[in-house]
């Protein structure tokens, strides 16, 4: 191939509408992710939140994580960051920078990815999941896809193909490393009840016949061991193969809340999907973009130094991810550099068994003992009341009732969660928004108290019966009766 030829190359004018796809639906979900923050973060991690980011940032002498909150924080701030993040993901989704030239969508991207770099690297324990980091990477690879004036770079495509492969490999392999479930194919049996937040049709897939369960766990390893490796093939096998990750991921979305980790999973696999292949699915879609549009001019060699340098530090940075893949010790939503970039990826390498929630009840009476009239506060995502069917909430994230989840998992005796039962005790404005009820109406409660139970999805003829979607059975109470003015139990 002499230069000529490799040059041609380098430009897969039969990506466009994969294009479209990616930049326009990862710019589709900064604006979630944003709008995520700008509700939550202030009550979370603000000025007056649980664990507030002023003492966070107090705390390092010199702070190494790349992050616009460096010097100062502030709510104002942070409502001003995510406005801005907003506005840009908007433009982004409407076309708007894609019509000027390519360093145009380049520049916007950038900027999602270093304001939502901000926000996650102050966000503590409330940021701490993995489709922080692929949201993250997502948009600083699309960046380099161009503008509607210039083909999209192979090359580019082929690193987000890189993307999604580590995405579902990764996933596939702590599957495997992981617990015997997986291995005997029983994974399941539990986890349609027992994931973080289910949604409205968790209960249904939980009660589907056993051999079906044990279908779909088979399913799910040739989906992430087996055809990752086909995105790298010919079309139109690749565009087959990312038809199988959407429709798997579909699934999930469907049957669970994982906030935009399917979604991106489903939106990056269309780099792998060409115009005509996408032409025979939907005959709307041109088979050929540029007879459709019209041609461009040739794209410029200055974009194309642009492209390939980006594309050979990210081939760079896939040294390590590439190496945690086939390591024994396998890291789970790992990053190997500060700025978040080629990660690893994974989840649920083991499955929870039993579903304990957590669950908080305040009351106004003076004496907490006896037969005092205690009250369940309710959450927007996780499971409580026990006929009410969970909602559909991905893409948006939930993050306080996501860190609900993992309470049992760890220990309840959380620094934040004692400064949200503060919060409650002083029924503090802004937190009591986070939540779906508060059973007092925005008074203060004099007690609150803590305790655990068993949840397990009724079953047909329990539901019939009772009306309810859930059992539940008490089982201990980790935090007794606490006040603001007589702490019966442990108190931040």
Same mark, same amino acid.
């Not at 005997?184 to 986890?191: I, K």
């Not at 802004?430 to 203060?444: E, I, K, N, T, W």
């Given at each position: 191939m002499d230069c000529v030829d490799w040059l041609a190359w380098l430009d897969a004018p039969e990506y466009e509408f994969a294009r479209q796809v990616l930049q326009r639906g990862v710019a589709a979900l900064y604006f979630v992710a944003f709008l995520s923050t700008l509700n939550q973060f202030p009550a979370l991690l603000g000025e007056r939140g649980l664990l507030p980011v002023p003492e966070f940032l107090a705390a390092f002498t010199r702070f190494r994580r790349p992050t616009l909150f460096r010097w100062r924080y502030s709510d104002g701030l942070l409502r001003g960051l995510c406005a801005a993040g907003l506005a840009v993901s =908007?433009?982004? %989704?409407?076309? %708007?920078? *894609? +019509?000027?030239?390519?360093? $145009?969508?380049?520049?916007?991207f950038l900027a999602l990815w270093l304001l939502y770099m901000s $926000? %996650?690297? %102050?966000?503590?324990?409330f940021y701490g999941f993995g489709w922080e980091m692929l949201l993250l990477e997502a948009g600083f690879t699309v960046g380099f896809l161009g503008s509607n004036q210039t083909e999209p770079p192979r090359t580019v495509l082929i690193l987000i193909v890189w993307l999604v492969f580590r995405l579902e490999f990764g996933a596939g392999m702590i599957k495997i490393r992981g617990g015997s479930e997986w291995r005997?194919?029983?994974?399941?049996?539990? !986890?349609h009840e027992t994931q973080p937040m289910p949604g409205p049709l968790s209960r249904q897939a939980h009660l589907l016949p056993k051999p079906l369960h044990r279908i779909e766990v088979v399913g799910n390893h040739i989906a992430q061991l087996v055809v990752p490796f086909l995105l790298f093939a010919p079309q139109p096998v690749a565009g087959v193969a990312a038809g199988v990750v959407v429709v798997t991921q579909l699934w999930l979305v469907a049957s669970g809340n994982f906030a935009w980790l399917n979604w991106m999973a489903i939106v990056l696999a269309f780099a792998a999907v060409s115009d005509p292949v996408a032409h025979a699915v939907i005959p709307a879609i041109p088979a050929d973009w540029n007879a459709a549009t019209g041609a461009r001019p040739e794209t410029p060699l200055w974009?194309?130094? $642009?492209?390939?340098a980006a594309s050979v530090l990210l081939v760079v940075l896939s040294y390590w991810p590439l190496r945690n893949l086939f390591s024994r010790r396998q890291l789970m939503n790992a990053s190997f550099n500060r700025w978040q970039l080629v990660n690893a990826y994974g989840a649920f390498g083991t499955v929870t068994k039993q579903r304990i929630e957590i669950v908080v009840q305040g009351t106004l009476d003076e004496d907490p003992d006896g037969g005092a009239d205690w009250r369940e506060y309710g959450f927007k995502g996780k499971p409580g009341e026990l006929r009410r069917i969970p909602r559909q909430w991905a893409p948006y994230h939930l993050r306080l009732d996501w860190l609900m989840?993992?309470?049992?998992?760890r220990t309840v005796h959380e620094e934040w969660f004692y400064a949200f039962l503060g919060k409650l005790l002083a029924a503090d404005r *802004? +937190?009591? &928004?986070?939540? &779906? !009820?508060?059973?007092?109406?925005? =008074?203060?409660p004099r007690w609150v108290r803590v305790r655990s139970f068993h949840y397990r999805f009724a079953s047909r003829k329990e539901f019939r019966e009772t009306g309810? &979607?859930?059992v539940r059975t008490l089982l201990s109470e980790p935090i007794p009766a606490t006040s603001l003015r007589r702490p019966k139990g442990r108190q931040r």
């Open positions: =908007a433009l982004l %989704v409407a076309g %708007v920078p *894609q +019509m000027g030239p390519p360093w $145009i969508p380049l520049i916007a $926000i %996650v690297n %102050v966000g503590q324990t005997d194919l029983t994974a399941l049996y539990y !986890h974009w194309l130094a $642009i492209t390939l989840w993992f309470l049992p998992l *802004q +937190m009591l &928004r986070l939540l &779906r !009820h508060d059973p007092f109406d925005g =008074a203060a309810n &979607r859930w």
